[in-house]
């Protein structure tokens, strides 16, 4: 293990987003996965989290994929779960004095206000989506809130059709980004599109008067967030206790 590795261990690791980042680890020096964690009656539940042919290739260490434990050490979790899980892995951090990093989608309000009180005795980073991109799109809202909450505003967003939250957690994020940011009281609505295997496409559209803006962002490999979160974590590591987003941290 290299000076700087980074040990991680990984919530909802045999899902779409847990595979991804799965597969940057097992080729990333920086960062190595010591645990995996997935619900009780998955199918895989006791198997190894990389094939025989990978942890040769790419000299791993045996990860059994394994129900959430109690006591484990690693220098920070990524959770890309859902919300129940995330909420008991982000119990079991604060146990241990563990940084958690979520990208978990389609938490209540009460899931949130879970999080931010666990927050008070670890760093957490809950972000809907761990893109820099995106976050480089809601800064540019923020710098220009002046304009945009003058504008009639709103946001349509496309996933896979598999994606059960609807609408989505970044969708979400930028429209409560602008209320936040603004006096605004007006509706910023959201349409939701479910088709294909798209990776995931938001488009904010502001109306003005006699011009229109239309921002854009489309992630084209679920890597971008897989790399976002594992450099947030490393990030995380170093903050005090408390609750933060991307923007915190850029």
Do not use: W
């Not at 960062?31 to 942890?55: C, M, V, W």
């Not at 930028?174 to 940011?181: D, E, G, L, Q, W």
């Amino acid at each position: 293990m290299t000076k700087n590795k980074k040990t991680i261990a990984l919530n909802g690791a045999l899902g779409r987003m847990g595979q991804a980042i799965a597969n940057i680890c097992k080729k990333n020096k920086d960062f190595q996965i010591q645990y995996a964690f997935e619900y009780p009656d998955h199918s895989k539940i006791g198997k190894n989290l990389y094939t025989e042919l990978e942890r040769k290739k790419f000299s791993l260490k045996k990860v059994l994929v394994e129900e959430q434990i109690k006591d484990f050490n690693v220098d920070f979790i990524v959770d890309f779960s859902t919300p129940e899980s995330a909420i008991n892995i982000a119990k079991i951090a604060s146990t241990l004095k563990i940084p958690l990093v979520t990208g978990t989608t389609g938490f209540t309000s009460s899931q949130l206000r879970n999080l931010k009180l666990l927050s008070k005795k670890i760093p957490i980073l809950q972000s809907y989506n761990m893109s820099v991109g995106i976050n480089v799109l809601l800064k540019i809202l923020v710098q220009n809130i002046d304009y945009f909450q003058s504008t009639d505003i709103e946001i349509t967003e496309k996933h896979h059709k598999k994606k059960i939250d609807s609408p989505s957690g970044t969708a979400i994020l930028m429209a409560n980004t602008i209320r936040t940011s603004s006096k605004r009281k007006s509706e910023i609505n959201i349409t939701s599109i479910r088709k294909g295997d798209s990776v995931g496409e938001h488009t904010l559209a502001s109306f003005g008067d006699k011009e229109n803006i239309f921002i854009t962002h489309e992630a084209l490999d679920r890597s971008i967030f897989a790399v976002g979160a594992l450099v947030m974590g490393r990030k995380l590591i170093k903050r005090r206790k408390g609750f933060y987003s991307i923007l915190d941290l850029l």
